[in-house]
């Protein structure tokens, strides 16, 4: 008699774990294999009833959604029935009884080149994400200084599943002559002007990630919206192809002043550097233009001597008021109460470049990336 109630106690159990599996997926001969660092490979084989399936997913693929064009199911790739649930976080099945699944798991990331106009993106889960923008280098070329580089900020914050971000990615300060300007880059770069034998580029155009849409400039009513910003460099110029200005690194949370390369001994005629509470100064430069303000480099006016522009930034840099001068960088920005593990470097120091080495100082138009981590 125990014997035989011993049996049904255990055909009991064994029941009520088979179920249990068929409503997680049957996770039965699950295996795991990294493949690289950002593609997880794990084969399921389901034993479950015919019909819809959820197979929630451990812990160990948190930071993943599925690759269902990538994965495979009874020898059909990109299999018919096989879905992902972004809110839940889980796998839908609707397929055979019996499923012999191999499913990839990619870490999701996004990453938005200059564009010169507002990206969005719908982020795909609930979850932690990483915030990385590069700011844009002010205006140069192969015969003046390399230097006015963008800053580099980055942070973690917590997201819905779908919530919308907008992104909006700087642009290099222009090297070209139009009409005696060089125009200042997308996202608050601010002109250079030509002056009579020097040459003087526009500053480097911001990179931020917002909760609402718009340029950096139009965040100083609704800075709550305002999530990272990173800093462009300030123009740099010369006098007929010598003496070579620089220009000031964008933010970090001040961006540097630019330097004048014909005399040191001014620093007047070199654009300031931005803070967190304003534009840089521009009050003892000795000539006129339009200063800086929030989201927008000071820009130069056409004149004798010229002036560089300055870089955009949560503040801009100052115009210069010399070819010879650079404009200040633009200053970055991890203020927003949302944002964790905020960082912020300017562009004269060490930072982490896109392609995940590192650089100092961002060359060229700016750059920002999205990646799910937790």
Same mark, same amino acid.
């Given at each position: ?240 192809? =010598? ?22 001994? =001014? ?36 004149? =004798? ?16 008021? =010399? ?52």
């Amino acid at each position: 008699m125990k014997k035989k109630l011993f049996i049904i106690i255990f055909i009991l159990i064994i029941t009520t774990i088979i179920g249990i599996l068929g409503i997680k997926g049957a996770q039965t001969n699950k295996k795991l294999k990294t493949l690289n660092t950002d593609e997880t490979k794990i084969s399921y084989v389901y034993e479950t009833d015919e019909g819809e399936v959820k197979g929630t997913l451990d812990d160990w693929v948190n930071g993943y959604i599925l690759n269902v064009e990538k994965s495979i199911c009874n020898g059909q790739q990109n299999p018919e029935g096989l879905a992902w649930d972004v809110e839940n976080n889980s796998i839908i099945l609707t397929l055979k009884a019996t499923n012999k699944c191999t499913l990839y798991f990619v870490k999701w990331q996004h990453t938005f080149n200059y564009s010169g106009n507002v990206q969005t993106i719908e982020v795909p889960k609930t979850g932690i994400y990483l915030l990385e923008v590069w700011g844009a280098q002010g205006g140069t070329s192969e015969d003046f200084a390399d230097e006015g580089k963008g800053g580099y900020s980055s942070g973690t914050i917590s997201l819905n599943a779908k919530e919308k971000l907008y992104v909006v990615v700087g642009g290099q300060g222009s090297s070209t002559d139009e009409n005696g300007l060089y125009k200042g880059g997308y996202n608050g770069g601010g002109d250079g002007a030509l002056g009579t034998g020097q040459y003087a580029y526009g500053g480097g155009g911001a990179t931020h990630i917002a909760k609402s849409d718009g340029l950096l400039s139009t965040f100083a009513n609704k800075k709550d919206d305002l999530l990272i910003v990173a800093g462009g460099g300030g123009g740099n110029g010369a006098i007929t192809e =010598r003496l070579a200005s620089i220009g000031g690194a964008g933010g970090g949370l001040q961006g540097t002043n630019g330097v004048n390369g014909r005399d040191i001994s =001014r620093p007047t005629y070199g654009g300031n550097g931005a803070t967190q509470n304003g534009a840089g100064d521009c009050a003892a430069l000795e000539s006129s233009g339009n200063c800086g303000g929030f989201g927008q480099g000071g820009t130069a006016v056409n004149q =004798r001597y010229g002036g560089a522009g300055g870089g955009g930034g949560y503040y801009g840099g100052s115009q210069s008021t =010399r070819g010879h001068a650079g404009g200040g960088g633009g200053s970055g920005y991890i203020g927003n109460t949302l944002l964790k593990n905020g960082q912020t470097i300017a562009g004269n120091a060490q930072m982490p470049n896109p392609n995940g080495e590192s650089e100092t100082g961002h060359s060229g138009n700016g750059y920002a990336r999205i990646t799910l981590i937790g």
